[in-house]
Nanobody
Framework: QVQLVESGGGLVQLGGSLRLSCAAS????????MGWYRQAPGKQRELVAT???????NYADPVKGRFTISRDGAKNTVYLQMNMLKPEDTAVYYC???????????????WGQGTQVTVSS
């Protein structure tokens, strides 16, 4: 079994900051990519940012310069620091972790339960 536990969402005013966390636990052999996605009401889920095991990061254009993704390999945890938040950042944020449970298994993506981020104007 693998569990992803997210935390850190909430209500914030325009220009404010929030930090999301997602901790993976359970039967994990190795993790390669960790990332954050978001889904606003009536819209499809979209990529926010990813970070590889080697530390390479990728950001969606709308969040570049405002959001920072990082990971702690020892804790199997990924973070998303969100600054200068805008109302259009309002969404449910989901973490995604691509991991393998044994040396010989394939990498599979797991989703967190989601955490609501609401930015008021």
């Amino acid at each position: 079994q693998v569990q992803l536990v997210e935390s850190g969402g909430g209500l914030v005013q325009l220009g404010g900051s929030l930090r999301l966390s997602c901790a993976a636990s359970g039967s994990i052999f190795s993790i390669n990519v960790m990332g954050w996605y978001r889904q606003a009401p009536g819209k499809q889920r979209e990529l926010v940012a990813t970070v590889t095991s080697g530390g390479m990061t990728n950001y969606a254009d709308p969040v570049k310069g405002r959001f920072t993704i990082s990971r702690d390999g020892a804790k199997n945890t990924v973070y998303l620091q969100m600054n200068m938040l805008k109302p259009e950042d309002t969404a449910v944020y989901y973490c995604n972790v691509r991991l393998r449970r044994t040396f010989s298994s394939n990498y599979v993506g797991y989703w967190g339960q989601g955490t609501q981020v609401t930015v008021s104007s």
